[in-house]
């Protein structure tokens, strides 16, 4: 059974930083492309942030409105996915939620991720 257990949020003000963390079972980090989305009330889930598989190289990708704050990593050994975010802006609150599956195109659809954890909240205060 896969479990997807993110950890790590919490609230924070404007300038601060966090990092999530995402423990798996029932599957291997490095064997499927791995995300972080976020949604906020009343919004779509966005997808945050990618990293492939190890066999395809590894390569991240971020969404715009992240890139140069946010960074996306795994420890193998540990089986556990992290997001670390610098520079938090309001704009960045949100639950955060860690997703396992197969996406390799320009954007970060949902749709291509079949395993989902519950999330966490992130608040960033002005």
């Known amino acids: 059974q896969v479990q997807l257990v993110e950890s790590g949020g919490g609230s924070v003000q404007a300038g601060g930083s966090l990092r999530l963390s995402c423990a798996a079972s029932g599957l291997t980090v490095t064997r499927y492309v791995m995300a972080w989305f976020r949604q906020a009330p009343g919004k779509a889930r966005e997808g945050v942030a990618r990293i492939r598989t190890v066999p395809t190289g590894g390569r991240t990708r971020y969404t715009d409105s992240v890139k140069g704050r946010f960074i996306i990593s795994r420890d193998n050994a540990r089986n556990t996915l992290y997001l670390q975010m610098d520079s938090l802006k309001p704009e960045d609150t949100a639950m955060y939620y860690c997703?396992?599956?197969?996406?390799?195109?320009?954007?970060?659809?949902?749709?291509?991720?079949?395993?989902w954890g519950q999330g966490t909240q992130v608040t960033v205060s002005s």
């Open positions: 997703a396992a599956g197969q996406s390799y195109g320009a954007s970060i659809p949902a749709g291509d991720f079949t395993h």
